[in-house]
Every structure is written in structure tokens, then in C-alpha cells.
């Protein structure tokens, strides 16, 4: 079960970066549930899903780099850095991301946001 996991995370991921929203769906069951970890529900279904990943998609530096991950059967976590457009500009942020696979297809995932770092301004050549 486990290398079927780890396809479906690294397609879910691929199409993240891709900003393939109908990859990305593809790799969520129609009734997947995602939760902020240990707390509330963040979305429920791909009607919920769907707008929250286009709005990010929207940001013109986002991308999320792989640090980590860890496989247990059909669990995967991921530790990943995302670089956002923050309101207060270009930054990071780390994201663990703990994903629940069955039948090929994300059921449930938690994450849990870590530090943010805002990117240095460009020092003046004067």
C-alpha cells in the first residue's frame, strides 16, 4: 500500500506546483476531509477544496519544496516549505502535511503550520 501512497501524495504535490487544479482534485476523494491539525475542519469535499487551492494559485511565487517524508502503510507526512505572497510580502512558510490514502485517493489530511520567514528586501546598489 505504501508505494500506492507515495504516488498519490507526490501527484498531489506535482500538480500543487503545477497549480493544476483538476490534477489536484484528482488526487482528493470527492468526500475527502481536510483539517488543521488536532483542530478544526478546514474544508469538506471538492466544492470546499476547490476555491481555497485557487486562491492560492493566485499567488504568483507559490510553491512548496519537499524536505521531508515519512511513509507508515497508507499514511504519508510530508514536512514541506511553501513559499507564499504573503500581505507583507514574499515568504515562507513551513507546513507538515499528514495525509490519509485509501483506494488511491487522499481521504483525510491534517496540517499544521510552522514558522514563517519573510524574505530579505533586496539591499539598494547604492
Known sequence: ?????IAVIQAQLDAF????????MATYAPDAEQYQLHGSLLARGHEQ?????????DE???????????????????????????PEGLGTLEMLCIYEV???LIRKASFAAGRTA???AQESAF
Open 60 to 86: 504568483p511565487d507559490l510553491h512548496a519544496r519537499l524536505v521531508s517524508r515519512t511513509v507508515m502503510d497508507n499514511v504519508v507526512v510530508d514536512l514541506e516549505i511553501i513559499t507564499r505572497n504573503f
Open 118 to 120: 519573510m524574505a530579505r
Open 102 to 104: 485509501a483506494d488511491g
Open 49 to 57: 477544496m476547490r476555491p481555497r487551492y485557487l486562491a492560492r494559485f
Open 17 to 24: 506546483n503545477a497549480r493544476d487544479i483538476e490534477g489536484l
Open 1 to 5: 500500500m505504501s508505494k500506492n501512497a
